[in-house]
């Protein structure tokens, strides 16, 4: 399966913006997706996943009430909805994807991955 993130920008802090990935080729099959992220220096870390079927999410806890990750299966389509965005929010954002089931926070378990889009937090 191929992945294109898109949404990234220039925010203040405090405020929000969703962005958006795109799958296309295998998508029959049942994937399930999630956002990675890495800022200036730093690795790349999860930031939130979701199960094929868009029932199961989970979050790491530096986004946690913060992030909102959900997929239209109809459009092939998985948001990453952000706000209360703070400076270190700021990185190169990933979406990937994997069969399996579970969670799976780690970037090894991903099959596919998207060029990133980059988020810039101003404060």
């Known amino acids: 399966v191929q992945l294109q993130a898109s949404g990234g920008g220039l925010v203040q802090a405090g405020g929000s913006l969703t962005l958006s990935c795109v799958a296309s080729?295998?998508?029959?099959?049942?994937?399930?997706m999630a956002w990675f992220r890495q800022g200036p220096g730093k690795e790349r870390e999860f930031v939130a996943g979701i199960s094929w079927s868009g029932g199961s999410t989970y979050y790491a806890d530096s986004v946690k009430g913060r992030f909102t990750v959900s997929r239209d299966s109809a459009k092939n389509t998985v948001y990453l909805q952000m706000s209360s965005l703070k400076s270190e929010d700021t990185a190169v954002y990933y979406c990937?994807?994997?069969?399996?089931?579970?969670?799976?926070?780690?970037?090894?378990?991903?099959?596919?991955w998207g060029p990133g889009t980059q988020l810039t937090v101003s404060s």
């Open positions: 990937a994807a994997r069969t399996g089931w579970g969670q799976a926070p780690v970037s090894i378990s991903y099959d596919s």
């Open positions: 080729g295998r998508t029959s099959s049942n994937y399930a």
